[in-house]
T-cell receptor, first 112, second 111 residues
Framework: DSGVTQTPKHLITATGQRVTLRCSPRSGDLSVYWYQQSLDQGLQFLIQYYNGEERAKGNILERFSAQQFPDLHSELNLSSLELGDSALYFC???????????FGNGTRLTVT | AQSVTQPDIHITVSEGASLELRCNYSYGATPYLFWYVQSPGQGLQLLLKYFSGDTLVQGIKGFEAEFKRSQSSFNLRKPSVHWSDAAEYFCAVGGGFKTIFGAGTRLFVKA
């Protein structure tokens, strides 16, 4: 158990809809990262928050946004969903900026 | 450009046999190196990490990895594979948001 909790585990929704994925980091970790994993793209870094502030952006679409709350949990919002957004979405956390990442078990999103 | 290459997309080994998964990296500075394992339906779990010091690093589940600067490699090894080791293995370099992951090597274990 990595200590990173993600909900929900599975999500099935229709194209054009909006969903919110939630992540609680390990106790004491200030950094939260979001990744997307798909068969054709592999593991893609989306965005990082550190202690409530956005710290780094990767390959995140404009339709996607995230935030980190004062209690350090984070939410990833995906809107105007397309079939191609179907993937595993992972949250990871770390105590510092160059530390190893600790991953949650992911949310499997299926867009129909 | 910084990159991580895992030359083998998949590897099959017999249970009880030794294992070596290859990883080569390109990184400007002294790298932080990691190996992660992902079992089906699970997130990535950190197996081991190298930051500095002894180039032979011990990890969890009986795995070890050796950092070879001259070869830009960080190969993962296990002397005797168990069926439960069947999973996908990712080499990574960097740390934090700078972490670059390889494409992964899927390990199949045959009885």
């Amino acid at each position: 158990d990595s200590g990173v909790t993600q909900t929900p585990k599975h999500l099935i929704t229709a194209t054009g809809q909006r969903v919110t994925l939630r992540c609680s980091p390990r106790s004491g970790d200030l950094s939260v990262y979001w990744y997307q994993q798909s068969l054709d793209q592999g593991l893609q870094f989306l965005i990082q928050y550190y202690n409530g502030e956005e710290r780094a952006k990767g390959n995140i679409l404009e339709r996607f946004s995230a935030q980190q709350f004062p209690d350090l949990h984070s939410e990833l919002n995906l809107s105007s969903l397309e079939l191609g957004d179907s993937a595993l979405y992972f949250c990871a956390s770390s105590p510092g900026l160059n530390s190893p990442l600790h991953f949650g078990n992911g949310t499997r999103l299926t867009v129909t | 450009a910084q990159s991580v290459t895992q030359p083998d997309i998949h590897i099959t080994v017999s249970e009880g046999a030794s294992l070596e998964l290859r990883c080569n990296y390109s990184y400007g500075a002294t790298p932080y190196l990691f190996w992660y394992v992902q079992s089906p339906g699970q997130g990535l779990q950190l197996l081991l990490k190298y930051f500095s010091g002894d180039t032979l690093v011990q990890g969890i589940k009986g795995f070890e990895a050796e950092f070879k600067r001259s070869q830009s490699s960080f190969n993962l090894r296990k002397p005797s594979v168990h069926w439960s080791d069947a999973a996908e293995y990712f080499c990574a370099v960097g740390g934090g948001f700078k972490t670059i992951f390889g494409a992964g090597t899927r390990l199949f274990v045959k009885a």
